[in-house]
């Protein structure tokens, strides 16, 4: 069964820096996606950053140059580097892909539980 696996948040002062981390476990058949997305208290849902299949990476306007987005060297494993946290970086942030579980299943998106990252002084 695939699960997405999350670690990685925590609370950091305004200035500091986390990395969050996940990996696709259950061994999914082909990832089209893989990505963070973040949801505030009393807002919807955002996407933070998603790398595609061929490459390219999107990331919202309020972490352009100050989140990056890694491939890792283990097999369906993502990280996000983020640096020069600020307040409104505080969220529940989401592991998403885009994936295959099996050769003969269609494209879903799944979605991992969830880790919190508090920024705040």
């Known amino acids: 069964q695939v699960q997405l696996v999350e670690s990685g948040g925590g609370a950091v002062q305004p200035g500091g820096s986390l990395t969050l981390s996940c990996t696709a476990s259950?061994?999914?058949?082909?990832?089209?996606?893989m990505g963070w997305y973040r949801q505030a208290p009393g807002k919807q849902r955002e996407l933070v950053a998603a790398k595609t299949s061929d490459g390219v990476t999107n990331y919202a306007d309020s972490v352009k140059g100050r989140f990056t987005l890694v491939r890792g060297n283990a097999v369906n494993t993502i990280y996000l580097q983020m640096h020069n946290l600020k307040p409104e970086d505080t969220a529940v942030y989401y592991c998403?892909?885009?994936?295959?579980?099996?050769?003969?299943?269609?494209?879903?998106?799944?979605w991992g539980q969830g880790t919190r990252v508090t920024v705040s002084s």
């Open positions: 998403s892909a885009v994936l295959q579980a099996d050769v003969s299943d269609s494209f879903l998106r799944y």
């Open positions: 259950g061994s999914p058949f082909s990832i089209n996606e």
